[in-house]
């Protein structure tokens, strides 16, 4: 049953890293009276990289959820357990949950550090971005 526990916490992170992408999002920048409208391709290119390195990656700080909510869902769930008999069975479940609650908080909040660091980013060169 633990073995089970971990790959559907294993799934359920694989799944959510998927959601939480960062590829793909672009922000929408108005080139009306844009006096920089000539630099907005290079500038998205050079927003996008400098928004992924501030923000740590989605899927490493999904990652990292994980593993913390995993280990503190691990040991809620072995004390509720011991209460009803089965510390083992408590601490698996709860591992589970944790991992994936973990994991989603995580990814979500990289998301949207990404999406501000970029939108900052493209603001910050002059370009009017859609918010």
């Known amino acids: ?7 559907i916490a294993f ?3 694989l799944l959510l890293s998927g959601c939480a992408s960062q590829t793909g999002w672009t922000p929408t920048v108005d080139s009306y009276n ?8 290079q500038d998205m290119a050079e927003c996008k990289q400098l928004a992924s390195q501030s923000s740590g990656g989605t899927a490493k700080e999904t990652m990292i959820g994980a593993g913390v ?7 809620g769930g072995a004390v509720v357990g011991a209460f009803t008999g089965n510390p083992g069975m408590g601490a698996a479940i709860g591992a589970a949950a944790g991992g994936l609650g973990g994991a989603a908080k995580q990814g979500f909040s990289a998301e949207e550090r990404y999406k501000n660091a970029y939108n900052n980013c493209m ?8 918010r």
């Open 1 to 7: 049953m633990k073995k089970l526990s971990i790959n």
């Open 11 to 13: 799934a359920g992170v």
């Open 34 to 41: 844009d006096p920089n409208a000539f630099r907005i391709n």
């Open 69 to 75: 909510g995993g280990l503190v869902g691990g040991a």
């Open 123 to 130: 603001g910050g060169r002059g370009h009017h971005v859609i």
